[in-house]
């Protein structure tokens, strides 16, 4: 007897169906850095617990601009999420299982693409900072991401050149500069995190997972991030009409907005 492959719609052992939630019809989206997690950092005790808790009432889900190997170091596993979207959800899985993909480099050609990483390279090069390590460009899938100190930066490094960049508005300048001069790509410039910012096609940006979850026909989406602001990684779909935004400071808080807001109700 053959065995059936699995679906996208089989739940895992002990893990309820949507229609046999406390809310069968919402969902909850979170960001990672910031949100679910310090940033590269992973989540506490607490928060996974918070999230296990939170599946018994909502679909739950999270939504990086990381790429997802990246993304699993901070929340271990697509196990504990319902959908899980890496790259804004230009990669995408739903109940540990892979959705469609998109490409960055078909979508503005190898020619393109070359002097862009040139131009790139030529700014950061005449860019003065404290101190600069490795991997100043990383090519993901959906988009690529540029760091102008490298994402080979230890934890304190990446924390001192946040303060810097606030302070000198490193990334915002290099951000300005990239539209003015690849204006005639469509693309969008979003600054997440701590060190980088990504580049993607218009539309590619978070709001991108949503494809994925609208066939589900959820009448609530709630989405839960810390760049909400006009630039951030989290705008977008943060401002989607479609979407009940949620600015939070930190992981506690994300539990905290939770707890008012889910699992305290009766």
Avoid at 16 to 41: H, N
Avoid at 69 to 88: C, H, M, P, T
Avoid at 188 to 195: D, M, R, S
């Amino acid at each position: 007897m053959s065995v059936p492959l699995p679906t996208t719609n089989t739940f895992p052992a002990g893990v309820l169906p949507f229609e046999q939630r406390k809310f069968p019809k919402t969902i909850c989206m979170f960001d990672v850095d910031g949100t679910l997690s310090l940033a590269r950092q992973e989540a506490t005790p607490e928060m996974f617990a918070t999230l296990k808790k939170l599946r018994e009432y909502t679909a739950v889900a999270f939504v990086g601009g990381s790429d997802l190997s990246k993304i699993l170091e901070q929340v271990r596993s697509l196990s504990l999420f319902d959908y899980g979207f890496a790259e804004n959800g230009l990669v995408a899985y739903k109940l540990e299982q892979p959705l469609a993909a998109a490409s960055f480099i078909k979508h503005v050609g190898e020619e393109e693409y070359k002097k862009m990483v040139n131009w790139i390279l030529r700014y950061l090069s005449d860019v003065d900072i404290p101190i600069k390590r490795g991997t100043f460009i990383e090519f993901r899938n959906g988009m690529i991401n540029v760091s102008p100190i490298g994402r080979n930066a230890s934890i304190q490094e990446r924390i001192d050149f946040e303060k810097y960049d606030k302070e000198h508005g490193i990334r915002a300048e290099m951000v300005t500069r990239m539209e003015q001069e690849f204006v005639h790509l469509g693309l969008t410039f979003a600054i997440g995190g701590q060190i980088s910012f990504d580049i993607f096609p218009q539309g590619w940006d978070k709001t991108y997972s949503l494809k994925h979850v609208e066939p589900e026909g959820f009448d609530t989406i709630h989405f839960f991030g810390d760049k909400t602001f006009t630039g951030g990684n989290d705008y977008e779909i943060f401002s989607d009409p479609r979407v009940t935004g949620h600015t939070v400071t930190s992981p506690e808080d994300t539990m905290r907005q939770l707890d008012e807001l889910f699992l305290t109700v009766a």
